[in-house]
């Protein structure tokens, strides 16, 4: 494969990733952290289900890593990703309701469902 092909292809790679450079970007993640505490701390959420942050956590904590920590920014970006997946793994498999009522509360939309 040419430089072409490489260039293009890490344009495309680059597309999936979002933006931290962006402001908007950490504030949707604080809100989805937020959303996550309470559905997290809600006693009508199914307790199985409150194992998917408990997971996220122990993986993050783990010295376990799919790229290992001590390179520079990329072996903590793996670490990152998959919080922010869990998170929003754990608000999308929430009831719907519940989510619903606590993302209205925080005020932002309610994408997570679609």
């Known amino acids: 494969m040419g430089r072409f092909g490489y ?3 890490m344009n495309l790679l680059l597309t999936f990733l979002p933006n931290v450079f962006n402001p908007r970007w950490w504030q949707r993640s604080k809100l989805e952290f ?3 505490w309470k ?3 809600d006693p009508e959420v199914p307790r199985l289900l409150k194992l998917i942050p408990l997971v996220v956590l122990l993986y ?3 010295p376990f ?3 290992p920590g001590f390179l520079p920014v990329v072996g903590q970006l793996d ?3 998959i ?5 929003k793994l754990f608000a999308r498999l929430a009831p719907e309701p519940i989510a619903q009522k606590y ?3 925080l005020k932002i939309d309610y994408m997570l469902k679609k």
Do not use: T
């Open 34 to 36: 937020q959303l996550a």
């Open 83 to 87: 919080m922010l997946l869990g998170l």
């Open 7 to 9: 260039i293009s292809g």
């Open 60 to 62: 993050v904590l783990s």
């Open 65 to 67: 890593d799919i790229i």
């Open 79 to 81: 670490d990152i990703g």
């Open 39 to 41: 559905l997290l701390r």
């Open 103 to 105: 993302a209205e509360s």
